[in-house]
């Protein structure tokens, strides 16, 4: 009803329109029709519509009692026909960072500590666009609380099943409460009451709790820390390609999403801090990346790592496609202190990692009951620091509760967390990428596989640890730039990739965005293909991307600059399905989320390594294996049932011509 | 699936919601000063706009349809996905009770003390003349009772969203069947009324009574410039004054289009195929605003005539128990006077 009505007033847009006009009153359209539907008695029918939100569930259904004392008005305003051009559309600096999660924000803190001028630019605004606005608790390692190394290293290599980066957990180990420390200096680590004791949780009156820790609030914070720290932001703005000249990195090159005015930066080192990416969200809400730092790596010639792990988080099924709810109280409360947890035992435990994905497989096979009525809500609790100290703040994960997550696969595209990105070499302990002057950090985009095949670091390194990727990245960026001097973008190469940005602006006819997507989304999120995979399946989806690739992408139409984004992003996710495809066929055994029907079983032989993809010198994608260190291996005396503590994927044990179970944890 | 807007009416233009959006979701419109939901195809319900609303303008629906993930259980008997989330007004939950409480309370007082004063005032008037016999009451009564049924009940389903209805609690669903009910019931008394001024002797003589004349027009003018201070004698009425008259024939009127145009809109599914869905239209507009004329003027009208009439005392009996003070009969009705006499 209200888009029908924008769409009639789009053509005077500068009209301001209430209500309904006086011709589609007189000739009675349809849409006056739908809402005389919406009540038996009343009055006009579109001021009757405005009384109920546009496509809302009936009055009865409302929650939490209402808010005006005049007649609602859920009817929008029409949409603006163009938004203006930002002030600054071209900048100059040391160090570029695009992306203003924690990996961001430290890179740019960092870099500007160094001496050097930073430009941050982010597709939303720092500190609620990607990922890093959901973060729920932070980790860091304590020798002073007694924590020991070698339990992490055993931990996190046992955990990613013997493919894990352990260079970069010594890294970790070392500098993680100097990170800790530091964003608790900048204001990132506020500690506050929770929801539920405040009395917030009960009517789930999530605007109520924000507003009263608004001073405590850690998003807008970031914005305010970049302004601190002298840190140039330009938001709303998508980068699209980093630009190479005389063998090294000088700027990059996108446009500000609203207005779609195009923006230089040339920079005399850019780190990129742009997380991985999704297709489409659905309950989770990681829509914000789009896999535009690895499709900006590759076209550069970089090798990409880790596609073929899938991380399937799950959602409420009942709201399968709402991701505040499940998500709000961790949003909204302190970022919960965890570490300290670190034993043998549990180094011994998590070598039967797979089982977190076992159960998802064997999940969605058996399906879900129908909802009973009850909201399924959990405490999400993890218990804290064994150290016994009581200096100890490391105290656990206590959130208020929150509904259990059954509906996995909600974030189909998502890369295991700190596993997939672009590849910089095993000794790499910065993110350089291997061009002069470009540096990768963070989840998703660094390919440092510190997470292995399957994420154990616990609850809240992540936040820490690409915090630490960023600290370094930056070091590095800015040490970099100042041993450079600045060189501009060519105005010819600017011409040329701006013709580019701007091309689907500029076709007279193609395909929506949207659309595209939404096959994009029916072809990859399906559980046979991207959780229960053959090699069967995964060719027949490969033959239908390699289609998409060439047909669609290339003809993807943007009628607004907000289509505009809509389809660059389109192309990024197609590229990265085609990369998630290749790693997936060839790694040919089943690993981490990594389950493979034709070969359900894991290959330590042949497939202790990454797979990597890289554009080739005709542009083909080709795919080739990178063998990791020895010692990251694990003992190879160990025998299989030790070595993945008796935790095995469907099939696997009959594969292996292994014992009979010594315990049931699977069934095909 | 996305976001919703509440109230746009709370929108205070703090640009937050367009701010905070990861996916582009929002435009402004500096004219309006009040954000846009331009592309709700790409919400993510990652609910920011919702948490950082300042005016509470924003909702978050859970609804969802056509998201593939790799498991979603069937659809169920209960209702799914339906759940509105909306900021919940702090005023709401204590201050419209309190408000509640302390207003009704005054009014139970002066209700109580009305009540004894009354009583006490009829009791000490004079002789009292018949003016409504047990028939008339009786369809005063049912009028009164639907008419004032019709009013709360039409005005909380046009208003169903205001906070004020939704306070009460009631669902649109049941007070549109008390509303349709109540309709019922005033239909039937007028068209028990149109055969009691045909069918008999008492309602012949009461429709002629009330017939309008053109003594009516010039008792108006009279009656005005009287008392605007012009040297004229107050007008002379008979059984029934112009005031009353002009008011049983807008009642009249009025039971009858809010009668056609109610049924229509009850109906408004068949008679919108039948007829042209303009008619319907065009119903309910004649509806909501006679209803508002309707119920002012009874405000306005009569209930001068019944409570604030300087002549009738605290309240003119005569609905409740066909009585009416004798005097008073006599002071506004001379023309009538032989009647009383011989009714006395």
């Known amino acids: 009803m209200a888009n029908d009505l924008q769409k009639d007033s789009a053509s005077d847009a500068t009209e301001p329109k209430q209500g309904v006009s006086r011709r589609s009153f007189l000739t009675g359209s349809a849409s006056v029709g739908a809402a005389v539907a919406a009540s038996a008695t009343g009055l006009l029918g579109a001021q009757q519509a405005l009384a109920a939100p546009t496509g809302g569930p009936p009055a009865e259904n409302v929650v939490l009692g209402g808010g005006s004392s005049m007649e609602r008005i859920a009817e929008e305003p029409p949409i603006p026909v163009s938004v203006p051009a930002p002030g600054k559309t071209e900048y100059s600096c040391d160090v570029l960072v695009v992306g203003g999660g924690f990996a961001g924000l430290m890179a740019a803190v960092t870099a500007r500590e160094a001496g050097q001028s930073v430009v941050l630019i982010d597709k939303g605004r720092p500190g609620f666009s990607g990922l890093s606005p959901w973060a729920s608790s932070h980790r860091w390692f304590d020798p002073e609380m007694g924590d020991k190394a070698e339990y992490v290293r055993e931990q996190m290599m046992r955990g990613g099943q013997y493919i894990a980066n352990l260079n970069w957990v010594d890294v970790w180990v070392r500098e993680s409460k100097g990170v800790y420390l530091k964003l608790r200096e900048l204001g990132m680590l506020d500690r506050y009451e929770r929801a539920a004791d405040k009395g917030f949780a009960d009517d789930l009156n999530f605007v109520g709790y924000r507003e009263a820790i608004s001073k405590h609030d850690r998003h807008p914070r970031v914005m305010r820390i970049l302004a601190e720290n002298g840190v140039e932001v330009c938001e709303k703005t998508m980068v699209t390609d980093v630009i190479q000249q005389g063998g090294k990195v000088v700027g990059a090159l996108g446009f500000h999403v609203p207005s779609g005015a195009l923006i230089t930066c040339h920079a005399k080192a850019v780190v990129l801090c742009m997380g991985g990416g999704v297709y489409k969200p659905a309950g989770w809400p990681t829509s914000g990346i789009s896999h535009d730092g690895i499709f900006i790596g590759y076209h550069l010639g970089l090798p990409i790592i880790g596609q073929e792990f899938d991380d399937f988080h799950v959602s409420d099924s009942n709201e399968p496609a709402n991701s505040f709810y499940p998500n709000g109280w961790n949003y909204l409360e302190n970022l919960w202190f965890t570490g300290g947890d670190w034993t043998r035992e549990t180094a011994r435990r998590s070598a039967s990692s797979a089982e977190t994905s076992i159960a998802k497989i064997n999940t969605v096979f058996e399906g879900l009951a129908p909802w009973d009525g009850t909201r399924g809500e959990v405490g999400n609790h993890i218990a804290g620091s064994k150290s016994g100290k009581p200096a100890d703040l490391r105290t656990g994960k206590f959130n208020t509760t929150i509904p259990k997550g059954d509906a996995y696969g909600c974030a189909a595209g998502f890369g295991m967390h700190l596993t997939n990105g ?45 915090s630490v990727q960023g600290k370094r990245a930056g070091e590095a960026a800015a040490h970099h730039a100042s041993r450079n001097s600045l060189e501009k973008i060519q105005s010819a190469t600017i011409a040329s990739r701006q013709a580019a940005i701007l091309a689907p602006s500029n076709r007279n006819k193609g395909f929506s965005a949207n659309w595209a997507l939404d096959c994009l989304q029916g072809i990859m999120a399906p559980a046979w293909t991207i959780v229960v995979k053959s090699q069967e399946r995964l060719n027949a989806a490969l033959s239908q991307i390699s289609f998409m690739r060439d047909n669609v992408i290339p003809k993807l139409q943007a009628t607004s600059p907000h289509d505009l984004r809509l389809c660059h992003e389109m192309q990024h996710k197609v590229l990265q399905a085609e990369m998630k495809l290749r790693s997936a066929l060839a790694r040919e055994e089943s690993r981490g989320p990594h389950y493979r029907e034709d070969f359900p079983y894991r290959d330590d032989k042949n497939f202790l390594c990454y797979i990597a993809v890289q554009k080739g010198e005709q542009g083909q994608m080709q795919v080739a294996k990178i063998d990791i260190k020895e010692e990251w291996k694990g003992d190879p005396r160990e025998d299989f049932a030790t070595r993945y503590a008796e935790s095995y994927y469907p099939g696997e044990r009959e594969a292996l011509h292994l014992a009979p179970p010594a315990k049931t944890g699977s069934h095909a | 699936m996305p976001v919703k807007r509440y109230d746009l009416n709370l929108c205070i233009g703090c640009r937050n919601c ?57 659809a169920s008997k209960l209702p799914m996905n339906g759940q509105l989330y909306i900021s919940r007004s702090p005023d709401s939950k204590f201050v419209t009770p309190a408000i509640a409480a302390l207003i009704g309370s005054m009014g139970a007082h002066n209700a109580l003390i009305w009540m004894g004063k009354a009583k006490a005032r009829r009791q000490a008037q004079g002789p009292t003349v018949v003016r409504m016999d047990t028939n008339q009451r009786l369809q005063h009564l049912v009028m009164l009772i639907s008419f004032l049924t019709l009013v709360f009940s039409g005005f909380a389903i046009r208003y169903s969203g205001t906070w004020f209805v939704h306070n009460l609690g009631l669902g649109v669903r049941l007070v549109g069947i008390v509303h349709r009910l109540a309709g019922l019931a005033l239909m039937t008394s007028g068209l028990y009324h149109l055969a009691y001024i045909t069918a008999t002797r008492e309602g012949r003589r009461l429709f002629r009574d009330l017939w309008p004349r053109w003594k009516d027009l010039k008792d108006l003018v009279t009656a005005l410039r009287h008392h605007l201070g012009a040297h004229v004698e107050r007008p002379r009425f008979g059984r029934f004054t112009y005031a009353e008259k002009a008011e ?92 009383v006499e011989g009714r006395n």
């Open chain 2, 248 to 339: 049983y024939w807008a009642l009249f009127a009025g039971t009858a289009s809010m009668g056609l145009t109610g049924t229509l809109l009850w109906a408004y599914k068949s008679a919108g195929s039948l007829l042209s869905f303009w008619w319907v239209d065009l119903a309910r507009t004649v509806h909501f605003y006679e209803a508002i004329v309707a119920s002012l003027t009874i405000l306005v009208w009569h209930f001068y005539q019944v409570f604030l009439d300087p002549d009738a005392g605290p309240m003119n009996w005569a609905w409740w128990n066909g009585e009416i003070s004798a005097e008073h009969y006599q002071r506004g009705h001379e023309l009538d006077a032989s009647q």
């Open chain 1, 422 to 466: 672009v590849f910089c070499g095993l000794d790499d302990t910065v993110g350089y990428s291997g061009i002069p002057g470009l540096y990768v950090a963070g989840d998703g985009i660094c390919g440092g596989a510190i997470g292995g095949a399957q994420y154990t670091g616990g609850r809240g390194f992540t936040t820490n640890f690409v």
């Open chain 2, 18 to 74: 367009v701010d905070v959006c990861p996916m582009d979701v929002f435009r402004f419109h500096e004219g309006m000063n009040k954000s846009v939901i331009a592309y709700p195809e790409n919400c993510q319900v990652c609910g920011q706009c919702y948490v950082y609303c300042l005016g509470h303008s924003l909702a978050l629906s859970g609804e969802s349809y056509s998201y593939p993930v790799t498991s979603v259980r069937a």
